[in-house]
């Protein structure tokens, strides 16, 4: 099978990343990334967090109507929040529901009352390397220092406004 090049500029997405698409004739395109010259490399999409209004309904839904895999809903108390992750084929869903008066999703929900997507998870291969990398490009973490997240891994989310209006999270693979 031949394979096509086709690179993607998406308007300031440059900012965030730099991809390079390689399509064959079959449905699923193999997709290689990093910046030349960088010491990280941006990695696979490890989750779409959704913030939901009632945690249990919408994990019926995926389980119950949708037939997925879902875990069990676990507090994360140093990030406010309870989470339960839904299992797909090629990533998962983390329902996001708020826990205690400080949680982040309290506020989104305010401004979004059926819920709504979050934020997107993409894993990296060195955080530490990321950070300081993307800082230098003028894009701002909303932290000073990774968290550890909810998969037990480090964690830094990049600010909405420096990544085309997306939240993104980076995970350390």
Avoid at 13 to 35: N, P, Y
Avoid at 93 to 113: A, D, H, M, R, V
Wanted: glycine share 8%.
């Amino acid at each position: 099978m031949a394979s096509v090049g086709l690179k993607v500029a998406v308007s300031n997405l440059s900012r965030c990343s730099h991809l390079t698409f390689l399509r064959s004739h079959s449905t699923t395109a193999v997709l290689r990334q990093g910046v030349p010259g960088s010491l990280w490399k941006l990695g696979r999409l490890n989750h779409i967090a959704i913030a939901v209004p009632d945690i249990e309904k919408a994990t019926s839904l995926y389980r119950d109507v949708l037939g997925a895999t879902v875990s069990d809903k676990v507090p994360l108390p140093e990030h406010g929040v309870y989470t339960v992750f839904v299992e797909l084929g090629n990533t998962k869903l983390e329902l996001l529901y708020p826990l205690g008066e400080k949680s982040p999703i309290t506020g989104f929900l305010q401004k979004n009352k059926a819920g709504g997507m979050h934020h997107i998870c993409i894993e990296v291969d060195d955080i530490k390397a990321a950070i300081v990398d993307l800082k230098t490009k003028n894009i701002r973490t909303l932290s000073a220092e990774p968290r550890i997240g909810a998969h037990g891994k480090p964690v830094m989310f990049l600010h909405p406004k420096d990544c085309d209006g997306v939240l993104v999270e980076l995970e350390e693979a």
